[in-house]
């Protein structure tokens, strides 16, 4: 089984600028949440989505946001890039939204670098 | 606030050493913990992982953690180490409220030398 992947995985962009990162989960996995890593804060939640909805979002500005498609791939876009936004993003699949014993597996990361 | 301590930021030891690393969390609720391990160059791996039941779990290469419900604790043991564990290791919390989200410790770097 595949596991989780996302698209791309390394990104320079400039400050000012948006980007779209792009994840798609295990198979049958319907549950997608996003975390920021940086050296200084550590991992970070972002926000969660099942059944294309957010269900929960983590404390970062409204330039961050994502959406979850029917098929329960999921993007997440950063608008007006500012420095302290670069970071690995990671994405996480479960399989369902708040099940008693449910396991996050996590994406290789897209490294973005912005300049 | 939850909120997830590691108190080891970075542990260095020769093989076969006996690893501890430690894992206190804030959350008078119930709680899903978890391990996780980045390896250099890799993405994050579940290590092991603790719903309910038997407090020591023991998850994959070896690792085992006990989770001590009084002391909030959820600590990552190996009985002796290997050079192929250095990595970094991170403690996550799930507070079994109305969300899945991971609230992660700060990471331990452990550096294994032959």
């Known amino acids: 089984k595949a596991g989780v992947t996302q698209t791309p995985r390394y990104l320079i962009k400039t400050r000012g600028q948006q980007v779209t990162l792009s994840c798609s989960p295990i198979s049958g996995h319907r549950s997608v949440s996003w975390y920021q890593q940086t050296p200084g804060q550590g991992l970070q939640f972002l926000f969660e989505y099942f059944s294309e909805t957010q269900r929960n979002k983590g404390n970062f500005p409204g330039r961050f946001s994502g959406r979850q498609f029917s098929n329960s791939r999921s993007e997440m876009n950063v608008s007006t890039l500012e420095l302290g936004d670069s970071a690995l993003y990671l994405c996480?699949?479960?399989?369902?939204?708040?099940?008693?014993?449910?396991?996050?597996?996590f994406g290789p990361g897209t490294r973005l670098t912005v300049l | 606030a939850q909120s997830v301590s590691q108190h080891n930021h970075h542990v260095i030891l020769s093989e076969a050493a006996s690893l501890e690393l430690g894992c206190n969390y804030s959350?008078?609720?119930?709680?899903?913990l978890f391990w996780y391990v980045q390896y250099p160059g890799q993405h994050l791996q579940l290590l092991l992982k603790y719903f309910s039941g038997d407090p020591l779990v023991k998850g994959i290469k070896g690792f085992e953690a006990e989770f001590i419900k009084s002391k909030f604790s959820f600590n990552l043991r190996k009985p002796s180490v290997q050079w192929s564990d250095t990595a970094e290791y991170f403690c996550a919390v799930n507070a079994r409220d109305n969300t899945d989200k991971l609230i992660f410790g700060t990471g331990t770097r452990l550096q294994v030398f032959p």
């Open positions: 959350y008078g609720g119930t709680v899903n």
């Open positions: 996480a699949s479960s399989l369902e939204f708040r099940r008693k014993r449910n396991e996050q597996f």
